[in-house]
């Protein structure tokens, strides 16, 4: 059972004021002019989009719940036929297909603690690819400034939903809890150094086309956010 089943309800008025990077991922999509598969893919926040705009979607999460969202949403917006929804593992999805396109948005590999399972997970991105075709995602690491802002205080993020982040920076773990009228968790978030993404990524075989610091594909700086463009050669 995945610690996003009991907040599954909760997941999208939670996250509602995230739209930045949505344009990001459908314009990465419309590129790959085939199907996506997105490891990850919750409650459709992206995925729906991406199927809106003609693409084809093969979606991966380990929760049940957010899947079960996620259908409703996409036959609310009438695209249901596009998605093919699938409980699975980052690290071994269930999909035989090889595509151009692989995305993980929203920081889902944040949820992969070890180096073991981060590798794991680009090795199954790298194998669902074509050659030449591209593994998208995004992933931060906290400043000063936002732990010392956040660390344990229960901020409302949205009218009614709030959350606390304890940072344990020496372990580089977030541990974040959510909680509506009806519902709550706490998940566990694992960041690195930029430096350490790229390292696996090329250690992976994959050759890093992009590192970007927002989704208007400004370069990164130095800030929390990075967006990475990566291809199998």
Same mark, same amino acid.
């Given at each position: 059972m995945s610690e996003?089943?009991?907040i !599954?309800?909760?997941? @999208? &008025?939670?996250?509602?004021?995230v ?10 999509a419309r590129?790959a $002019? %085939? ?6 893919? +919750?409650?459709g926040?992206?995925a ?6 003609g ?8 929760s049940?719940?957010m ?9 609310? !917006?009438?695209?249901?036929h596009?998605?093919d929804?699938?409980?699975?593992? =980052?690290? @071994?999805? &269930?999909?035989? !297909? ?13 949820? =992969? ?5 981060? $590798? ?6 790298? $194998?669902?690819?074509?050659? +030449?075709g591209?593994?998208?995602?995004d992933?931060? !690491?906290?400043s000063p ?16 939903i ?5 940072? @344990?920076?020496e372990?580089?773990?977030?541990? =974040?809890h959510?909680?509506g009228?009806h519902?709550?968790t706490?998940?566990r978030?694992?960041?690195?150094p930029?430096?350490d993404?790229?390292t ?5 075989g994959?050759?890093?086309v992009?590192?970007y610091?927002w989704?208007d594909?400004?370069?990164? $700086?130095? %800030?929390?956010?990075t967006?990475?463009?990566a291809?199998r050669?």
């Amino acid at each position: 059972m995945s610690e996003y089943d009991a907040i !599954a309800e909760l997941y @999208d &008025p939670w996250s509602r004021s995230v739209t930045e990077d949505i344009g990001f991922y459908v314009a990465e999509a419309r590129k790959a $002019r %085939g199907p996506v598969v997105e490891l990850g893919v +919750g409650t459709g926040r992206i995925a729906v989009p991406v199927a809106e705009a003609g693409v084809p979607v093969i979606g991966v999460d380990s929760s049940a719940g957010m899947l079960e969202v996620c259908r409703r949403r996409a036959e609310a !917006a009438g695209v249901e036929h596009l998605l093919d929804l699938r409980l699975g593992d =980052l690290r @071994d999805p &269930p999909v035989d !297909a090889r595509v151009r396109l692989v995305t993980s948005p929203f920081r889902a590999l944040l949820h =992969l603690d070890t180096d073991a399972d981060r $590798r794991a997970a680009l090795m199954a991105a790298f $194998r669902l690819l074509v050659r +030449g075709g591209r593994f998208v995602f995004d992933v931060f !690491a906290p400043s000063p400034e936002d732990v010392e802002e956040t660390h344990g205080r229960w901020l409302e993020r949205e009218p009614g939903i709030w959350e606390r982040a304890d940072w @344990d920076l020496e372990r580089r773990i977030l541990t =974040l809890h959510v909680r509506g009228a009806h519902s709550e968790t706490a998940m566990r978030l694992s960041w690195l150094p930029p430096d350490d993404w790229r390292t696996l990524l090329e250690a992976t075989g994959f050759e890093v086309v992009a590192c970007y610091g927002w989704f208007d594909l400004s370069p990164h $700086r130095g %800030g929390e956010d990075t967006v990475w463009l990566a291809r199998r050669p």
